[in-house]
């Protein structure tokens, strides 16, 4: 089992920037990606980015140039340039073949 706990959410004006984290525990050496979604409400949850293992990164065209995913202790997404469309909750997930955790979510909202 892995347990995911997020964290740094909060508000924010447009154009600023927040930081969130995800801490891992457990047996994280189960997990081959991992990523952050978001779902804001009454849409569906979607991928923002994502990092494997081997430090390959991907983006939601949405996100590019505005948002950074990194992961060494924890997993991180730096959110720069933010906007009011990216207010939702932001999940943490970690992923392989055979396995599937997400993070309990942290509420991002950015004002106009």
């Known amino acids: 089992q892995v347990q995911l706990v997020e964290s740094g959410g909060g508000l924010v004006q447009a154009g600023g920037s927040l930081r969130l984290s995800c801490v891992a525990s457990g047996n994280i050496f189960s997990i081959n990606v991992m990523g952050w979604y978001r779902q804001a409400p009454g849409k569906q949850r979607e991928l923002v980015a994502a990092?494997?293992?081997?430090g390959t990164r991907s983006y939601a065209d949405s996100v590019k140039g505005r948002f950074s995913i990194t992961k060494n202790s924890a997993l991180y997404l730096q959110m720069n340039s933010l906007k009011p469309e990216d207010t939702a909750v932001y999940y943490c997930r970690g992923w392989s073949t055979s396995n599937d955790y997400w993070g309990q979510g942290t509420q991002v909202t950015v004002s106009s």
């Open positions: 990092i494997t293992n081997t």
